[in-house]
């Protein structure tokens, strides 16, 4: 991929640092890197994180060029604690303290109006900012050890599935990053819920760990935007710029096929060739291996939070086997599955077959 920011000799990183995130001396010089404006990996409840310092606009260019993301999707700024988003919003509005108190630390991302001390790139010029105070010790005791607020995408590079591990992010990012701090897997394995507070209605952006009925328990009313579960149209403006982008991606080609097993055993023997590679719940591994394809399953058909888990792993290890073509078991969209679908049908491009 070309990197010009890379490729002109700026972030001069030639092997990424492997530091551990239960060494205290390992934190505190991942805090120094991120103080001195490089770019450090750190491991969070949800997915692993390319953290900058978010209020030094070319630390935060470096995370655009690392990761070759586009200028127009803008980044999550992570805090220690609630009371350090004060600076970086121009309101803070009730809603945005219920939910706080209620999902703080956690997995949940709120979007606010933003204050003119948060860059423009952080932000890709919109005039709000996305916010989350996250769950991870390791994430925690870095922001406290760097006293910063920190903007961090996922680890991955542009396009392709996120890093539930440091060996996610190091096959991604080695030699264009300073550090990783490596905490182990990450535990939730999809990213955070984003909901929107920067319009009339509190409206979910991105389904993630902080289920819908639980916000809605806390705001009373919430929106889920059509983008959760159709493509855009062509000439709809994306709410949230990373809807627009096909995301989480495998590089194989990815089709979700929706109904019963045996539905989906048919499909595969009218369809598939030896070569493709399926994707499907743990029970159904040994019915389909009958078959002449790689079979990988991404956690038991009831447990949504275990298919979560292991969902980006999954998609990392289709591409490393070299697979072209991938059909795909689609999951009950309840509950966190409501994340694993939107991450699937995105990874498909919205190609969903209902047999
Ligand atoms: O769990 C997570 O959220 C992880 C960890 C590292 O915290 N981060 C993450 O960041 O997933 P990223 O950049 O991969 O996804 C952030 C999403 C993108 O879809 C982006 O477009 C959206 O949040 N976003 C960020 N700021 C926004 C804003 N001001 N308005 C609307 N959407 C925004
Ligand atoms: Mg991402």
């Known amino acids: 991929m070309t990197n010009p920011w890379f490729e002109s000799g700026m972030a001069d990183e030639p092997r990424c640092k492997r530091l551990r995130a239960d060494r205290p001396e390992d934190i505190a010089y991942a805090a120094s890197l991120l103080r001195a404006g490089k770019l450090v ?6 997915v ?83 916010l989350r105070v996250p769950a991870h010790p390791a994430a925690r005791a870095l922001l406290r050890a760097a006293g910063l607020p920190l903007a961090a995408p996922s680890a991955n590079l542009s396009g392709s599935p996120s890093p539930t591990t440091a060996a996610h992010v190091l096959a991604d990012l080695d030699g264009r990053i300073a550090a990783v701090l490596d905490g182990g897997a990450c535990g939730v394995g999809v990213e955070s819920t984003v909901v929107t507070l920067a319009q009339a209605t509190p409206c979910l952006l991105r389904p993630g760990g902080i289920l819908p009925e639980a916000l809605r328990a806390v705001l009373g009313e919430l929106t889920i935007s059509p983008a959760v579960t159709s493509a855009l149209q062509a000439d709809e403006t994306a709410q949230s710029p990373g809807m627009k ?111």
């Open 41 to 46: 990996a750190m491991p969070t409840e949800t």
């Open 48 to 130: 692993y994180g390319l953290a900058a310092n978010a209020l030094d606009p070319s630390a935060v260019a470096g995370i655009f060029a690392a990761k070759g993301r586009p200028a127009d999707n803008p980044l999550i700024v992570h805090v220690a604690a609630p009371e350090d988003i004060q600076p970086l919003v121009r309101v803070f509005p009730p809603a945005a303290q219920r939910l706080a108190e209620a999902f703080w630390p956690g997995p949940l991302t709120i979007i606010l109006p933003k204050s003119s001390q948060v860059p423009a790139i952080v932000s890709a010029g919109l005039g709000t900012v996305a």
């Open 245 to 355: 982008y096909k995301h989480y991606a495998p590089k194989a080609e990815l089709t979700l096929l929706t109904g019963s097993l045996s539905a989906f055993i048919d499909y595969l023997n009218a369809q598939a060739e030896g070569g493709d590679g399926i994707l499907c719940f743990d029970e159904e591994v040994a019915a389909l291996e009958q078959g002449p394809w790689p079979v990988f399953s991404f956690g038991p058909q009831g447990n949504a939070a275990a298919q979560a888990q292991q969902l980006v792993a999954r998609l990392r290890a289709l591409d490393t086997a070299g697979v072209q073509r991938v059909f795909c078991h689609t999951p009950c969209a309840q509950g966190i599955g409501l994340a694993v679908y939107n991450r699937l049908l995105r990874a498909a491009g919205f190609r969903e077959i209902i047999l």
